[in-house]
């Protein structure tokens, strides 16, 4: 049995999904103490329950200690098989995370699975739909297998209520090579809100493009959805190449202005831009899952975050794969997976 120390590098939920997934695949059991030891209120938060209990209902696997509020989880992992699924988180917890979660062993499961997860879709802390949709799964479905993803409702923090469906056609992952991403198509900024009042949103774009003085007024969009979906308020800074896009979000918090927030993603966004680098930080983190189970692949990402150095040494320990990771020339590091 593989024991993790819940309190070790980035220290968050992310260990607890990822080793999910991989004892999933693998067929290791694991266990994890001290689980998110660094966080104002640790232990397992409700989409951490989720999650697993997601993973436990594709596969049958048994768990004890899943309770909300754990420190201490151990998992026996059974096999992950195709099916029709639906989980609830029960509240604005992210319905992206309990679908990194369950992707990777159904990816490889004996036939196609369709799942509804409810739930958050854009709140803090976790990808917004968008990102999963149109940053994320393009990489999944260049290495084989074919994920799409709809976004039926949206669910902001602290509400929840959102629905999305994803259509899952396995096939064996296949090493691919992102270091290039190829000529800038487009870029565009949207904020989307509901249940405020609309110079919130209009108030983050006006900061963005201020700080983003090669972007045009005709890339700035404002979408107001239903009421009843909110209320909550994100603005997405996107930036589209030929082989890769880039998806950076603000989401709207008590006690923080709409200028420091357009101000914050522009910055992000102006770094990623400037540099060579395939993948952004949040997409870095999730093609390690990915690239290990396919034995291969490359790319390159900007300067590694805590999250993706925990989330290379979680997937080395379940694999015994080697993943290299090189700093490059203009700052640029190499992620390879061997």
């Known amino acids: 049995m593989i024991t ?161 469906e994803v259509e899952i056609a396995p096939a064996p992952l296949v090493p691919v090579d992102c270091t290039r991403r190829g000529d800038l198509l487009c870029v565009g900024a949207q904020a989307a809100y509901c249940g405020l009042a609309g110079e919130i949103p209009q108030r983050m774009l006006d900061r963005a493009r201020k700080d983003l003085p090669g972007w045009n007024a005709e890339d700035f969009a404002i979408r107001k959805l239903p009421d009843d979906q909110g209320p909550g308020v994100i603005l997405m800074l996107e930036a589209r190449y030929q082989e890769v896009t880039e998806i950076v979000s603000g989401f709207g918090q008590l006690g923080v202005t709409a200028e420091r927030l357009g101000k914050t993603a522009a910055a992000r966004m102006r770094g990623y831009l ?19 189970l396919a034995g291969g692949g490359t790319f390159t990402t900007v300067k590694p975050s805590q999250h993706l150095v925990t989330a290379i040494d979680i997937a080395q320990r379940f694999t015994g794969r080697t993943v290299r990771l090189e700093q490059q020339e203009g700052g640029c590091h190499r992620v390879g997976v061997e």
Do not use: W
């Open 274 to 292: 400037e540099s060579d680098a395939f993948a952004g930080p949040y997409l870095a983190d999730q093609l390690i899952l990915p690239f290990v």
């Open 4 to 164: 993790i120390d819940g309190s070790e590098g980035e220290g968050g939920g992310q260990m607890v999904r990822n080793s999910c997934a991989l004892s999933l695949v693998t067929g290791q059991p694991f266990r994890i103490t001290n689980i998110r030891a660094k966080r104002s209120k640790p232990g397992l938060m409700r989409q951490h329950v989720t999650a697993v209990e997601a993973a436990a209902a594709i596969s049958g696997s048994e768990c004890s200690g899943l309770t909300v509020g754990s420190s201490d989880l151990t998992f026996h992992p059974g096999k992950a098989q195709a099916g029709d699924y639906r989980f609830a988180v029960g509240t604005a917890g992210s319905t992206g995370l309990v679908l990194q979660t369950v992707l990777m062993p159904l990816l490889l499961a004996d036939g196609p699975s369709r799942l509804v997860l409810e739930g958050g879709t854009h709140n803090m802390l976790a990808p917004p739909f968008d990102f999963i949709e149109r940053c994320f799964l393009p990489i999944i479905n260049r290495m084989g297998p074919r994920v799409s993803a709809r976004l039926m409702r949206h669910g902001f923090y602290p509400r929840g209520g959102g629905r999305i």
